[in-house]
Each structure stands twice: as structure tokens, then as C-alpha cells.
């Protein structure tokens, strides 16, 4: 099978590197090992390169623009003209309310749209003037796909209850790396949060807040904050306006061996998100045995498991953040037990696992359109 796959997001993409983009790599690999042929195009930014070589396995990149906006609207049109191209037997594409690619408008081939989560009104809250037409493109771009993959059985019920009730949809949750599940477990004083620096989503500005919270009753307790973004300078400034910079470490963008040294040996892992999809991150911490503090959104309903593999707390609600981190921080059996149950439940999602069911699911859709 020759797979065209399209998606803007990239592992070391300044602007958007989150784990959709994870997924795409993760899976692709895989699939050109068992010998099928992969072609992916992902947004450019500078410095952009593909990850390690695998035989079968191609990435190109819109340009090399030091503009998010001129990265994204490269992006669009190259990825307009990719999946024109008649070699391919299925076309793949990462959906998103910020590029307009519409896959399904060119040829007659198959086509997957691959739907992580859906941003909604929450873009209007974000970018409360030019967000309107991300907010509308949104479902009119989803209601395009006559197949729909994502990872979350809650987003796959919102798309076919209320955005396109006619697609033949089908879920498969995000995986991990067995080098997660195998690592050895380990404390120290540090609470971790891992992922984009996108201050609204993850509601780093909540989690800011919250900490400072912890911080009167609790000052030997570190934060960590790895990733990037671009809401990075903001972010620095907010922490020096709270007088915590003493207390809080941004380590930058991690992977490999170091991300997993931060996953094994944190008290526990905070998101506090404002949307998220299937975020691997609470995947990820839940197979390094480490309970996860989310809040009660979609995304998290599948992921977290609360008051078994981790606690949730309200959006948008700092003291009760703050007061789920001081529950935790001083609990240690309590931390042990949410971490062993997240564990035994995060190991029936390796990578190769869910590589095997995303082919068939490829596998699927091809048959369909032949008979």
C-alpha cells in the first residue's frame, strides 16, 4: 500500500508539536517496516528535518518560513497539491481548523481525515476576532470526510451526533513507548508538566496560579515545566511577576532518555487543559507508574480515571487545583496506589499495538471502496 499522509504538526515544530504529530511518526514507522510505502508532508519551520531514516518512509516539509502564519498558509497550498498526486492508493490527513487542505476534493481515492479533537467555541475565547473563521471551517472542513479516524470515543460521538452524522468513524486511542512501561520508578521533589507551550489550552496560566497556591505551604516542592511554544516569553514573565522563578524550572523541549528520566522520577504529572483530544502525555505518565491531575474536559474522560489512576478537577479552577497538588504532594500512598493502577492500565497501549489496528483500519476503507 503507497500512503500519502499530510499533517502540519511536527515533533520539533516550534508552533505545534504536540502528540498528534507523535502519533503520525510513531505509526508511519511501523507501517513502512511491514513494508508498506509512506510519503508524509508536514508544515516548515526553520531548521525543519525528518527523525530517523526508515526504509519506506519519506518526510517532506512546506518550506522553512520563520513565520507561524506563513508556515501554516505554505503549508495549505503544498499539502493541496501533495494529495493530488495519483500515485497514492490512500490519502491521510491530520485535520485542523488553522489549514485548508481538503483532501477529499481531490481525486477519488480513498481518504482518512484524522480528527484529534475539536477546538469549537474555544477558539472564539482564544482569538476572540480572527478565531471566527477557524470556528466555522472546522465543521464544514470534517463534514468533507466520508472517513474519520480519531482517538477519543467522546470526539467520535460529537462528530456523529451533531457535525456529520454519515461518516463511518473509527476510534483508536493514542500509544506509548515500552521504554515508558519498563522504566524504573523513582521521586523527587518535582511535580512535571509536559507539553506545548500554548498557555490557553494547557492553561498554564491556571496552573501558574495554582502553584503559587502549593508554594505557601509546600516551598521544597519544585515545578518542571518541559516543551516549547510560543507562548514561551509570555510564560517567563508571568512566572517573574508571581515571584516564583526560584521554584520552577523550564527545561525546554525534552525526548529520549531525558523525558523519560522526568516522567519516572516526578511526584506526579498536571495538566490543566482548557481542550485537549487523547493527550499522550497522560499516557505517557501513566505507563511511567505516575498518577495525573487533568481537568474534567472531554479529552481526559478515557485518560484519566479519577481517584484510580489519577484525580480531575474543574477547568478554569486554580484553588482546586492547587488543593488536588497539596493532596498529592503530601499523600504518598496515595500517589503509589493512582500510579500502579495507571501502569496496569496504560500497558494495553504500545505503539506497536496500536500500529497493527490503525492498518487494519486502512486495510478497511480500501476493501470498502472496492466492493
Not at 516522567?263 to 505517557?284: D, I, K, N
Not at 478537577?313 to 500502579?340: N, P, W
Request: with cysteine; charged share 25%.
Amino acid at each position: 500500500m503507497k500512503i500519502g499522509h499530510v499533517i502540519y504538526d511536527d515533533p520539533g515544530n516550534p508552533w505545534l508539536g504536540g502528540g498528534g504529530a507523535v502519533r503520525a511518526l510513531e505509526v508511519n514507522r511501523r507501517l513502512a517496516r511491514s513494508g508498506h510505502e509512506i510519503d508524509m508532508l508536514a508544515g516548515g519551520y526553520p531548521d525543519a528535518h525528518g527523525s530517523e531514516p526508515v526504509p519506506g518512509f519519506r518526510i517532506a516539509y512546506a518550506g522553512r518560513s520563520a513565520s507561524y502564519v506563513a508556515s501554516r498558509l505554505a503549508y495549505s497550498s503544498r499539502a493541496a497539491q501533495f494529495v493530488a498526486r495519483d500515485e497514492f492508493d490512500l490519502i491521510v490527513e491530520d485535520t485542523s481548523p488553522f489549514t485548508c487542505v481538503r483532501s477529499y476534493a481531490h481525486g477519488d481515492r480513498p481518504v482518512i481525515g484524522i480528527v484529534h479533537h475539536l477546538v469549537g467555541k474555544a477558539i472564539l475565547r482564544k482569538y476572540p476576532l480572527v478565531g471566527y473563521l477557524p470556528y466555522r471551517w472546522e465543521p464544514l472542513n470534517i463534514r468533507g470526510f466520508r472517513d474519520i479516524l480519531t482517538d477519543s470515543h467522546d470526539v467520535a460521538l460529537q462528530i456523529s451526533s451533531a457535525i456529520n452524522p454519515d461518516a463511518s468513524i473509527e476510534t483508536i486511542p493514542n500509544g506509548v513507548d515500552q521504554a515508558l512501561l519498563n522504566a524504573a520508578v523513582d521521586e523527587k521533589k518535582h511535580i512535571l508538566f509536559l507539553g506545548r507551550l500554548e498557555t490557553y489550552q494547557k492553561g498554564l496560566d491556571v496552573l501558574l496560579e495554582a502553584f503559587v497556591y502549593l508554594s505557601r505551604t509546600h516551598p521544597d516542592v519544585r515545578l518542571v515545566i518541559a516543551g516549547s511554544g510560543k507562548d514561551e516569553a509570555g510564560l517567563r514573565r508571568e512566572i517573574d511577576r508571581l515571584n516564583v522563578a526560584n521554584r520552577i524550572d523550564l527545561v525546554g523541549r525534552v525526548e529520549g532518555n531525558r523525558k523519560i528520566d522526568l516522567l519516572r522520577t516526578c511526584l506526579f504529572c498536571v495538566m490543566p487543559s482548557r481542550y485537549e483530544g487523547w493527550p499522550t502525555v497522560g499516557l505517557e505518565a501513566a505507563a511511567c507508574a505516575k498518577p495525573v491531575i487533568g481537568t474534567d474536559i472531554s479529552g481526559f474522560a478515557e485518560i484519566v480515571q479519577h481517584e484510580k489512576t489519577g484525580l480531575i478537577v474543574s477547568v478554569d479552577d486554580a484553588a482546586a487545583l492547587g488543593a488536588a497538588m497539596i493532596r498529592l504532594v503530601e499523600d504518598k500512598a496515595l500517589r503509589r496506589r493512582l500510579g500502579t493502577q495507571a501502569r496496569d492500565w496504560a500497558r494495553d497501549y504500545t505503539w506497536d499495538r496500536i500500529a497493527e489496528r490503525q492498518l487494519a483500519y486502512y486495510e478497511q476503507v480500501l476493501a470498502s471502496r472496492v466492493t
